[in-house]
């Protein structure tokens, strides 16, 4: 089984993450990509202020209806910070006949040398670095972490699409439209649960 690893706070998720992901997965054959929400996000300790159940229930939202796409509480689910290395560690033991391939943004591939243990992570699963058109991903700051590894990072392009979590917030903050900029029943969900309004 080729399944694809796709970790964030969601916090929303928008069509920008599925684009990724649905590229993602037709490009490298993936059976499956599973989006897995961060319960405690070490990079982003004090900055995530939607609760965990609300972006759970987001992600569901979204990808309900597509198959090949799931949902996993397993960052949910443990306690203290969410670290992608012990993601990835209890992914391979479940079944370590898959093969698994740790799907990010561009943006996100340069801070990868300060996470907890990169060269695990680099062992563990083939990291993807997904960047938009005409955007080539830095990866100069993993160059002696893959000569070390012998590992490669592997490069998918995707259309740019200039949606962000952060814009979709701010617009709900000022009571304007983010309609088409992430799917109908995730807007829904923002406005029934007022996430986002102050």
């Known amino acids: 089984m080729r399944l694809g690893i796709y970790g964030g706070t969601f916090d929303p ?3 920008g993450h599925l684009l990724l992901a649905e590229r993602c997965r037709e490009e490298l054959q993936l059976d499956e990509v599973w989006f897995i929400p961060a319960g405690s996000p070490p990079h982003k300790q004090g900055r995530v202020s939607t609760p965990a159940k609300a972006r759970m229930a987001m992600v569901e939202f979204a990808v309900s209806g597509f198959p090949e796409f799931r ?3 397993i960052e949910l689910e443990r306690v203290g910070p969410s670290y992608t ?3 990835l560690e209890q992914i391979r033991a479940s079944d370590p ?3 698994v391939f ?3 943004g561009a943006d996100s591939i340069a801070e990868l040398v300060t996470w907890k243990d990169p060269a695990r992570i680099l062992e563990l699963a083939q990291v993807v670095a997904v960047n938009r058109a005409g955007e080539k991903p830095d990866l100069s700051s993993l160059n002696e972490l893959m000569q070390h590894t012998g590992r490669t990072v592997r490069t998918i392009e995707m259309p740019a699409m200039g949606i962000s979590a952060s814009e979709i917030r701010s617009r709900v903050a000022l009571k304007q439209s983010i309609r088409f900029l992430t799917p109908r029943p995730v807007e829904m969900y923002i406005r029934q649960n007022n996430l986002y309004a102050d």
Do not use: A, G, N
Request: no cysteine; net charge positive.
């Open 13 to 15: 998720i928008h069509y």
């Open 71 to 73: 949902v996993s509480r």
């Open 85 to 87: 290395v012990q993601t």
């Open 97 to 99: 006949s898959r093969e």
């Open 102 to 104: 740790l799907l990010m």
